[in-house]
């Protein structure tokens, strides 16, 4: 069910909300926290899919903020307030409001999300591109509990990842983090297996990736050992070496779906090792919502060394 207002205000979208769940039956004690998506009107029907989808693991509701530029200097101090209420099979397993914001009211998106925030529920603020220099303290970001960017969505990705370590405050996440949840419990599997010492270690993945620099930072605080970085083809992060006085571990993933884990003295195996969806890595970063101390040890990690391209 879908319920479009113009020119409207916070109290006529709660009203629209109360009607669309009595119209169809659905109460809205079942939402465990509110979704603030701030975006641009090109990317927000990915954003919108990506949060239902996620909502199937954490049902929500989700505000969705669009500021819309106006064309002409006296629309630009005309403030006027849109908004498409979805709820039911519009709007996943939650509820979802579209925020378009024209004029003064663009520079105040806080103060039109506050009394729409689900009442003694955290708050999760995603920004899936252009994520402010210092979100917490942006003012939507002030508003959350967890604050979620994406290095990939920027042009220079690794220029973007020193500027979150240096505005990192607890609560801060990024996808490019995210995306390495599966490398890094692959490699603490293989590390149990093996039982040996690291003396060395390399990330091979496509240039100016940020997953792959976070990884080898992570790497360098938990280990204490070199990390050099090796330029490949892509995509992302194709392999992962240990050195170890008895040979080499290593996680392999040129392309596809599948990896191979190399340990010493046993036959090589085959792993999954997908590349993720959006929606599931927001639905990862919906299951906790507390400060991610392993993020800031790999931020505040040394760069390491990087080589050129493999033959």
Same mark, same amino acid.
């Given at each position: ?120 529920? %955290? ?15 942006? %003012? ?123 340990? %010493? ?47």
């Amino acid at each position: 069910m879908k319920i479009d207002l113009t020119d409207t205000n916070a109290s006529k979208i709660n009203k629209a909300l109360v009607q669309g769940r009595r119209a169809i039956g659905t109460p809205a004690v079942g939402m465990v926290l509110t979704m603030v998506i701030v975006t641009d009107e090109e990317n927000a029907y990915d954003a919108i899919r990506a949060a239902e989808e996620a909502s199937h693991e954490h049902p929500s509701r989700t505000l969705v903020v669009i500021r819309r530029v106006s064309r002409t200097s006296r629309d630009r101090t005309k403030s006027r307030l849109d908004a498409e209420v979805r709820v039911g099979s519009d709007a996943g397993t939650g509820e979802t409001v579209v925020l378009r914001l024209y004029g003064e009211v663009s520079d105040h998106a806080d103060s039109v999300v506050l009394p729409l925030l689900l009442p003694d529920a %955290p708050v999760v603020v995603w920004w899936p591109v252009d994520a402010p220099e210092r979100p917490f303290k942006d %003012p939507l970001g002030a508003l959350a509990q967890r604050r979620i960017t994406d290095m990939y969505a920027v042009e220079h990705p690794l220029d973007a990842l020193e500027q979150r370590a240096a505005s990192y405050a607890p609560g801060d996440t990024d996808l490019a983090w995210t995306r390495l949840t599966p490398w890094r419990s692959m490699l603490a599997a293989a590390l149990d297996q093996a039982r040996t010492d690291i003396t060395s270690a390399t990330v091979e993945s496509e240039a100016e990736n940020p997953s792959a620099e976070l990884l080898a930072r992570w790497l360098h605080a938990r280990l204490g050992v070199p990390v050099e970085r090796v330029v490949t083809g892509g995509p992302v992060v194709t392999a992962v070496s240990l050195g170890t006085e008895k040979g080499e571990i290593r996680i392999d993933r040129p392309e596809g779906p599948l990896a191979t884990l190399s340990l %010493p003295g046993q036959p090589s195996r085959t792993l999954a090792l997908k590349v993720r969806s959006t929606s599931e890595l927001i639905a990862e970063e919906l299951r906790r919502l507390d400060a991610d101390e392993m993020y800031a040890v790999a931020l505040a990690g040394d760069g390491a060394e990087r080589k050129k391209s493999r033959a």
